[in-house]
């Protein structure tokens, strides 16, 4: 089941909303949740778009966590070049918090939270995942040019008439390449 919405003021208007995958063992508590991001995010608690559909944040409790562990970790694997980060509620946050979770959450929010703190951190925590984006999107582009830079380097090497290339802004004109046939 997906909430959509077309309040779309959190996102940069070439792209779609982010994709939030909320699991909350107090259908209650999940609901409030639900209603209070759907109008900025799109929601959803199917566990086949958690595998499928690689969402941009998982939100669970502590409960919900134990309980998915095995598909919240398929689905970090599926992004495995990209942060997506996993959000849990933690209720009586000065009690002890299960070592799994500190092992497996990136972010921890206390229940209760105001509603501007809980869109605040989830914010920042999607602003980390979009720079990760970024980077990874980045790291392809220049892979795709280094490896067009390395066909041109063998093409210019593979030639039999000598290359050089000097530095005109220096006034000794330095040869800065030359291929192998030079």
Same mark, same amino acid.
């Given at each position: 089941? &997906? ?24 259908? *209650? ?24 559909? !690689?969402? %941009? ?16 970790? *398929? !689905?970090?694997?599926? !992004? ?34 105001? %509603? ?10 999607? *602003?980390?995942?979009?720079? &990760? ?20 380097? %063998?093409?210019?090497? !593979? ?18 390449? &030359?291929?192998?046939?030079?």
């Amino acid at each position: 089941m &997906c909430y959509n919405t077309s309040d779309n003021n959190l996102q940069n208007h070439n792209q779609k909303k982010s994709l939030l995958f909320i699991s909350i063992a107090d259908s *209650k508590f999940e609901n409030y949740i639900i209603d209070i991001l759907q109008n900025q995010f799109e929601v959803t608690h199917s566990y086949d778009q958690l595998l499928t559909e !690689a969402p %941009d944040l998982i939100l669970v409790d502590v409960q919900r966590l134990k309980e998915l562990e095995p598909e919240i970790q *398929k !689905a970090k694997e599926k !992004a495995a070049s990209v942060f997506l980060p996993l959000v849990v509620f933690v209720e009586n946050p000065r009690e002890h918090i299960p070592e799994y979770v500190l092992d497996f959450a990136d972010e921890m929010i206390p229940v209760p939270t105001p %509603d501007e703190i809980l869109h605040v951190r989830i914010k920042t925590v999607l *602003k980390s995942r979009n720079y &990760c984006l970024e980077l990874n999107r980045n790291y392809e582009e220049l892979e795709k040019k280094n490896q067009q830079l390395n066909l041109y380097a %063998d093409a210019i090497n !593979a030639t039999t008439s000598g290359i050089t290339i000097t530095e005109v802004r220096d006034d000794e004109n330095p040869i800065v390449f &030359c291929n192998d046939a030079f």
